[in-house]
């Protein structure tokens, strides 16, 4: 009887002064979705500047950079509004190149905003889980493909 008491009173006053605390901790409400689109959009336009100076170091065709090009301008589009495959391997090897390239400045400008304090380490996370998914994916077609 004594421990059924003990649990009640413990529930019934953590529970009623819970809502108290809260508000006295004063704590910052939860901006990850505009952080989200702000970290997106910043990475998008880095990527969108490092395409040119990319493609021409990687020598790369210039239908691929063209593709590229429009996969992130699209993807742009998507973030403000809330082709055909390559063919033959060296072709899908620039792309995949220019792509991977691409990836690691987008990592390079959330991670900079992270650091910057712009956004916090959940976006972060999120983001960075986005990129390495579609850097696996690029590298298993490399794999796949035998290059």
């Known amino acids: 009887m004594v421990t059924f008491g003990v649990i009640l009173v413990t529930l019934v006053v953590q529970g009623l002064t819970l809502p108290a605390v809260l508000r006295w901790a004063h704590l910052p409400t939860d901006n990850s979705e505009t952080e ?3 970290a997106e959009s910043r ?25 590229v090009r429009s996969e992130v301008e699209e993807r742009r589009t998507e973030l403000t509004e809330a082709g055909p495959a390559p063919d033959g391997l060296n072709r899908r090897g620039q792309y995949r190149a220019l792509r991977l390239a691409l990836i690691s400045e987008k990592r390079r400008v959330v991670v900079l905003l992270r650091d910057e304090r712009r956004i916090d380490d ?24 035998g290059e």
């Open 43 to 67: 990475a998008v336009e880095a990527a969108l500047q490092l395409l040119p100076g990319e493609a021409e170091r990687l020598d790369v065709d210039p239908e691929i950079t063209a593709l």
């Open 36 to 38: 989200m689109a702000y």
């Open 122 to 145: 959940i976006v972060l996370r999120r983001i960075e889980s986005v990129l390495d998914a579609e850097e696996l994916r690029l590298r298993a077609d490399t794999a796949d493909a």
